[in-house]
């Protein structure tokens, strides 16, 4: 099954509501994946093995892996052109 690791800067709450949001994208529109919500300081134990990195923070780090942006999750602007990159790259 296909891996997307969500954090954020300070703790799980607000990566928790973007996993959860992208969870539920994902089963309207078909797709499995396990979606985890991690806190910043432990990604680097979680990335390994992951497919797609949804970063709620700004960074410059490269994990390897397709990254996507948190805040469009977590406002809703532009969050369909995020998750249609999302869905594209899961099914693939």
Same mark, same amino acid.
């Given at each position: 099954? *296909?891996? $997307? !690791? %969500?954090?954020?800067?300070?703790?799980? #709450?607000? @990566?928790?509501? %973007?996993?959860? *949001?992208?969870?539920? /994208?994902? *089963?309207?529109?078909? %797709?499995? #994946?396990?979606v985890e919500? $991690?806190? !910043? *300081? @432990?990604?680097?134990?979680? /990335?390994?093995?992951?497919?797609?990195? !949804? @970063? !709620?923070?700004k @960074?410059d780090?490269?994990?390897? &892996?397709?990254t996507?942006?948190? &805040? #469009?999750?977590?406002?809703?602007?532009?969050?369909? #052109?995020?998750?249609?990159?999302? $869905?594209?790259?899961?099914e693939?």
């Amino acid at each position: 099954m *296909k891996r $997307v !690791i %969500v954090a954020c800067g300070s703790g799980v #709450a607000t @990566s928790q509501a %973007v996993a959860s *949001k992208v969870q539920r /994208i994902l *089963k309207q529109r078909g %797709v499995e #994946a396990d979606v985890e919500a $991690v806190d !910043i *300081k @432990s990604l680097d134990h979680y /990335i390994n093995g992951a497919d797609a990195y !949804i @970063s !709620i923070v700004k @960074s410059d780090d490269d994990y390897g &892996i397709p990254t996507f942006n948190g &805040i #469009a999750f977590l406002t809703g602007m532009g969050a369909d #052109a995020e998750a249609d990159r999302l $869905v594209e790259l899961l099914e693939s």
